[in-house]
């Protein structure tokens, strides 16, 4: 039974008005979440963390405790009404120390949806008293029936500071998306993590295929407003515009007097994992042959160039920069698709989406970021790419931009670039010692046109602290590839990164990727 006067939610057997309760009129739009934000970017950065009851803290509700808690199914919102999508909570506590507060909104009004216990199967804890109606959720993750009709899966989650992750069609989760990142790879400072504190969530229509969210994010450095159209597909994409406002020094110093100036703003942050792969020179003891939800960063760059950089799981974190102006897109990949490759029926590496960044309009100038930390398992996220404007917005005026997010698998992200860089493979050479071999190799349609006798050339460089000692460019007639073989010689006792490129051009055309990579002592 269901009766309206905002929603009344059936529960226990007992009508509980979840939502409804402080139900406003108002239209929700982006201006109405970037007003909330300003607002916010006034005052000092205050941490939700202190709401959070105590019988929550890591503490008192530790993994094995946190586990035995599990969202009711059937007490979806939207569940009732038998609506396309449906929502589910994720229960505040353990790591998820920051309670999120959520809202329902319609074309004319909005209502908060308060923490509702009985939402919850706690097993065997006897905890469920001591949380307070007022506490919010840690997240949420969105259903809707993807893969098959009728039937509801899991479309993507947002849990955790400003992290989420989506998927298309027949996908599993991979890597995360963030809303902002701050200061992200820098030695000389801690990491600022942004968090998504508010939540509006649109309700969707009986034939609704897309879904509209709201949300403001906070951090010491800023507030924001954030706009997700999320529509699903064989690529399900999210298009994001964004509001943000940068706190002034003083309420900076309100909240940390040592917090430095900002070095980096990353916009449209991805995060993913790269233990090992193919072309790795750290060897691990593992019956896998690969292990990574991502292998490579595409970029195509403002000026039409095609970049390619190889991931890999540096000895010590390494940091690199490429002037991206007017970039046209961006992301982190995962080319191979072969289950061969990774031989894991449990961690289905083969089946994870490529995340692609499409901006909205032109970003200006600014620099691509790739960050890759140092991991020794599968469980780090240890990548982390996104773009940093040049110019630095001025305190509390509104800094605009947006993009598009494609969560898509491996035919689609084909698409993005036909002739590239297919595979990277280091090791030492014989000829010059203390030299590393780099084995690369190129394929496409363009490639394919080059005739046998007539390579292509191959325009190599090699920062400051190495040097190229020899290079080869021939067929190879197994893979129907062109292969290039790089000689570089490091300096004696170099211990910094040197980036190396490679391009193949036919006459004066560079034909597909450029290749470029990061290397350091192993």
Not at 16 to 31: K, Q
Not at 68 to 86: G, N
Not at 89 to 109: A, D, I, K, R
Not at 497 to 503: F, K, N, V, W, Y
Request: charge should be negative; aromatic fraction near 12%; hydrophobic fraction near 40%.
């Amino acid at each position: 039974m269901l009766r309206r006067f905002g929603l009344l939610v059936l529960i226990g057997g007992l009508l509980t008005a979840a939502i409804g309760y402080g139900a406003e009129s108002a239209e929700v739009n982006l201006d109405y979440v970037a007003q909330r934000a300003l607002e916010r970017a006034r005052t000092p950065f205050r941490s939700p963390r202190a709401d959070l009851p105590k019988i929550l803290n890591q503490d008192n509700l530790d993994y094995d405790k946190y586990r035995e808690i599990r969202f009711r199914r059937d007490r979806a919102l939207w569940a009732p009404e038998k609506l396309p999508f449906r929502i589910e909570f994720f229960h505040p506590g353990y790591l998820y120390q920051e309670p999120v507060h959520v809202n329902e909104f319609t074309p004319m009004h909005t209502q908060p949806i308060r923490f509702v216990q009985d939402f919850f199967d706690y097993g065997k804890l006897n905890i469920a008293s001591q949380i307070p109606t007022k506490t919010g959720y840690a997240g949420f993750r969105v259903l809707y029936p993807l893969n098959q009709p009728g039937q509801l899966d899991e479309l993507g989650a947002f849990l955790g500071a400003s992290y989420f992750r989506l998927l298309g069609k027949n996908l599993r989760y991979g890597e995360s998306a963030r809303g902002l990142a701050l200061d992200s790879g820098e030695g000389d400072r801690g990491e600022e993590f942004p968090i998504f504190t508010d939540w509006w969530l649109g309700k969707p229509g009986s034939g609704d295929d897309s879904l509209r969210l709201y949300a403001i994010l906070d951090s010491v450095s800023c507030a924001g407003a954030y706009e997700f159209f999320i529509k699903p597909g064989e690529t399900t994409t999210a298009s994001i515009r964004v509001v943000l406002y940068f706190r002034e020094t003083n309420a900076i110093a309100a909240v940390d007097k040592t917090r430095k100036p900002l070095k980096t703003i990353g916009l449209a942050p991805l995060t993913s994992m790269f233990w090992f792969g193919k072309d790795t020179e750290r060897k691990f003891d593992d019956y896998r042959l690969e292990v990574h939800d991502s292998d490579g960063l595409l970029a195509h760059m403002g000026n039409g160039e095609v970049l390619w950089r190889p991931l890999d799981n540096p000895p010590a974190t390494r940091h690199q920069v490429f002037h991206a102006p007017n970039i046209k897109g961006f992301g982190l990949l995962q080319r191979e698709r072969n289950f061969a490759a990774y031989q894991d029926m449990f961690n289905l590496y083969h089946q994870v989406p490529s995340v692609w960044v499409e901006p909205q309009g032109n970003w200006g100038d600014g620099d691509l970021h790739l960050v890759e930390l140092s991991t020794g398992y599968e469980g780090l996220d240890n990548i982390v790419a996104f773009w940093d404007p040049k110019e630095r917005p001025a305190p509390l005026q509104p800094f605009r931009f947006g993009y598009t997010l494609h969560w898509e698998g491996g035919a689609a992200d084909v698409k993005r670039s036909e002739n590239r860089v297919v595979s990277t493979r280091i090791g030492p050479d014989t000829q010059f010692p203390g030299a590393r071999q780099f084995v690369l190799d190129f394929d496409g349609p363009g490639f394919d046109k080059i005739p046998a006798d007539q390579p292509p050339a191959a325009i190599a460089h090699c920062s400051d602290g190495g040097r190229i000692v020899d290079q080869l460019v021939l067929r190879n007639p197994y893979l129907g590839s062109w292969r290039v073989i790089l000689k570089m010689l490091p300096d004696p006792g170099r211990h910094a990164a040197i980036d190396l490129r490679c391009s193949l051009l036919q006459g004066t055309n560079v034909v597909g990727e450029t290749w470029t990579y990061q290397w350091s002592q192993p």
